[in-house]
């Protein structure tokens, strides 16, 4: 089989999870997305351990690797997306923004008793 | 042969799939068309004679992961039919589109440019990905990710059901709505 | 296709080419032995329920009232199929379908005997012999989950949604703990293969070699299958009927067809992974040396899998469903930390043995019942914990005006303190009403 065939079909998944996790606005479909470029670099891993006859077989065992480290992704990137449905009623990445700079002025007497617990745990509990 | 042709349609099949999971309007449909992306991985694997990989890959992606995507898009209140919020703006979705097929069109040339040519040898008698030889060598050369690797996943258990525990977190929810 | 091959399993022919109509003959045999099974299956389970309840069951249809559930199956084959207007179509109809493929394909794996010529070929019973066989069952069997995940979201009505969400983590859960006591199998037999597991257990039967990974298992597969006392995604007391509320005729038939070929394949898998596959019981071979040569051994799988399916049976008619959050405590607080600290000294035991050459069968019994005891053991904090906790909050609060009247507290009662100024004067006036 012609290496092209795999590793060409992985850069295409590739591309296309790229466009989902820019294109999406649905948290759990960037999820998706990146699933989908997790997938392109398994199956690059795959192709090349069995291309180059890898006496450790290192593309696999790499493979089974994110497999697994993707099981976790999902299962804490789903926990996060919950506590933000929970919170706001939306799982909209867009509507997210309380952390960005614009906000930084109105919200600065918030930000700066938010540092005061800080240093300060005893008063805020 | 005969194993190209197979690679051929099920790569059509998981581009094509693929193409649906980030364009789809319906969210339950984009888990679905993500099953079938990930079966045809799957597919290739065992094509590549890494056959262990292939039935992992059915067994925690296909029933485990994207049980978990669906279990969260009930809990968010998935609708029947088409949304129309799913996706970001149209601008957005132009510049996602010029940065997606700049970065295939790049890796697409370069690969071409520097496999043309070169083939894989597939084993026949003995599958390459044979359970026996995937245990082997990952417990006897990557012990040590392994052992990483799984205290990498009680973290993330911890951390997930701390996330989601409501006793837990009540009083930082109290704090911020 | 070559990447299907086993080379390496060796007696049970799958090393000879098989022609294609032979593997054809095979495939419907499977195919008609699982439908044959859910009818009996079906028949047998009201038969045995009736017994335990002193009725009679189904007599009528055929012998026996064998034919009953064929009559039920045309029953149900002749209603209107009704779909639901706010349900997803496609994917309302694709939902038996992907709950009724699976459940058939996983029984591509199992052995139902040794090699036997059939019309000159030499050929084992078994459709394919893979070499990752039973991780192939249970990625067979994650994906039978959609359909119960998707048949509850497609229909567009609150309690299959609910039912659904229920049997995903139910089976999710509970599909750790299964798998998990594999394990031990796979440590002791040395491969993945059910045929290669089968031949390991030509002596003694992993149910007693590895008893804790038995009981883990047949636990758990009550809890896979969606079967009472564990059937909480289609309890009819609290969700009408879970996932299939709005499914009826043919689709309705499909799930119910899954749940039984499911019901069948778990139990054969335990027959396959426990009980010694198609090896006669002990004993047979003492005086009937053919008993395990031939198409003999089909009779005792059979059996050894009816066996398992009366266990089922029992179960229904003996059991009362669990609760959900004491459902969730067994899978994950009991039997998934349990069948760890077994799993790690069935590893410690393997690996003592191969460096030290012990008896490993004689630690394994003893430390198999101790892990046995110690699970039993840990039903007895949890009985403990909850009926203390439980009985005084379902304890009534007291009515001051019970039955139209006012009424002083019972004994056990208090009385509910009262906000503002004067709550606590009132309980200073009255110190002694508890008493009277």
């Keep these: 089989m012609p290496l092209l065939l795999p590793v060409l079909l992985a850069a295409l998944l590739f591309s296309i999870g790229i466009y989902g996790v820019l294109a999406r606005r649905n948290a759990i479909l960037v999820l998706m997305a990146v699933e989908l470029m997790l997938n392109a670099v398994n199956l690059n891993l795959v192709a090349f351990d069995v291309w180059l006859r890898d006496r450790l077989l290192a593309g696999q065992v790499f493979t089974l690797f994110v497999i697994t480290i993707a099981a976790a992704e999902i299962g804490l990137g789903l926990a996060i997306i919950l506590l933000v449905f929970r919170n706001r009623a939306t799982a909209a990445l867009d509507e997210l923004r309380d952390l960005r700079e614009q906000d930084l002025a109105p919200a600065g007497r918030l930000g700066e008793s938010g540092t005061d617990g800080g240093t300060e745990p005893a008063v805020t509990s | 042969m005969t194993v190209e042709v197979l690679f051929g349609l099920l790569g059509v099949v998981a581009t094509g799939s693929a193409l649906l999971v980030v364009t789809t309007r319906q969210m339950v449909h984009a888990a679905l068309w993500l099953v079938v992306t990930l079966g045809a991985v799957a597919g290739c694997y065992l094509l590549l004679s890494a056959e262990f990989v292939a039935w992992v890959q059915v067994l925690i992606y296909i029933g485990a992961v994207v049980v978990l995507l669906l279990f969260g898009l009930m809990l968010t209140r998935a609708p029947i039919g088409a949304s129309v919020d799913l996706d970001a703006s149209m601008a957005q979705r132009l510049a996602a589109a010029v940065v997606a097929g700049a970065t295939a069109g790049v890796l697409v040339v370069s690969l071409v440019d520097a496999f043309r040519g070169e083939h894989i040898a597939l084993e026949t008698d003995r599958p390459r990905g044979h359970s026996s030889a995937v245990g082997a060598a990952l417990f006897r050369d990557w012990v040590l990710p392994f052992e990483v690797l799984s205290v990498l996943l009680l973290a993330a258990l911890v951390g997930a059901i701390v996330l989601s525990r409501r006793d837990v977190s009540e009083p930082a929810e109290r704090g911020v709505t | 296709m070559s990447v299907f091959a086993s080379p390496d399993v060796p007696g049970f022919g799958s090393d000879l080419p098989i022609p294609w109509w032979l593997l054809l003959v095979k495939a419907v045999a499977i195919f008609v032995f699982l439908v044959v099974m859910t009818l009996f299956a079906i028949w047998w389970e009201r038969r045995v329920v009736a017994r335990m309840q002193h009725r009679i069951g189904p007599n009528r249809v055929g012998p026996f009232g064998l034919l009953q559930s064929l009559a039920d199956g045309v029953k149900l084959a002749l209603k209107e199929d009704i779909i ?310 379902g304890e009534p609060e007291w009515d001051a005006m019970a039955g139209g009247h006012p009424v002083p507290p019972m004994p056990g009662q208090s009385r509910p303190v009262l906000t503002g100024a004067r709550a606590s004067d009132d309980d200073d006036d009255l110190p002694t009403e508890d008493d009277t």
């Design chain 3, 84 to 393: 639901p207007k706010a349900a997803d179509k496609v994917v309302f109809v694709l939902a038996p379908i992907i709950s009724v493929t699976p459940a058939f394909m996983a029984f591509a794996v199992i052995p139902f005997g040794p090699e036997v010529s059939i019309f000159g070929h030499r050929t084992a019973l078994q459709l394919t012999d893979l070499p990752v066989a039973v991780l192939y069952v249970l990625a067979v069997a994650s994906v039978g989950i959609y359909g119960i995940v998707l048949a509850g979201w497609s229909s567009g009505s609150t309690y299959p949604l609910l039912g659904g969400l229920r049997s995903s983590a139910q089976m999710i859960s509970y599909e750790v703990a299964m798998g998990l006591s594999f394990v031990g199998v796979f440590i002791y037999a040395g491969s993945m293969s059910t045929s290669q597991i089968v031949a390991a257990q030509t002596q003694y039967w992993y149910a007693i070699l590895l008893a804790p990974s038995f009981v883990i298992y047949v636990v758990s597969m009550v809890g896979e299958t969606n079967r009472a006392p564990f059937d909480l995604p289609e309890a009819e007391g609290e969700l009408v009927g879970g996932f299939h509320t709005e499914y009826s005729s043919l689709k309705f038939a499909l799930f119910f067809l899954a749940e039984y070929i499911n019901m069948v394949t778990v139990s054969a898998l335990a027959t396959t992974l426990f009980l010694g596959g198609w090896h006669a019981p002990f004993g047979v071979t003492s005086f009937w040396a053919g008993a395990n040569h031939g198409w003999w051994p089909i009779i005792w799988f059979v059996l050894k899998v009816l066996i398992a399916l009366f266990v089922f049976i029992w179960l229904r008619g003996t059991l009362p469903r669990l609760r959900y959050d004491q459902f969730m405590r067994l899978g994950w607080k009991v039997l998934i930390p349990s069948s760890l600290g077994w799993l790690l000294l069935v590893a410690t035991v393997r690996a003592v043995n191969a460096q030290y050459n012990l008896q490993s069968r004689d630690v394994l019994l003893y430390g198999g019942a101790g892990i046995v005891v110690i699970l039993l053991l840990t039903f007895i904090p949890d009985l403990l914990a909850t009926r203390p906790s439980e009985e005084p909050e």
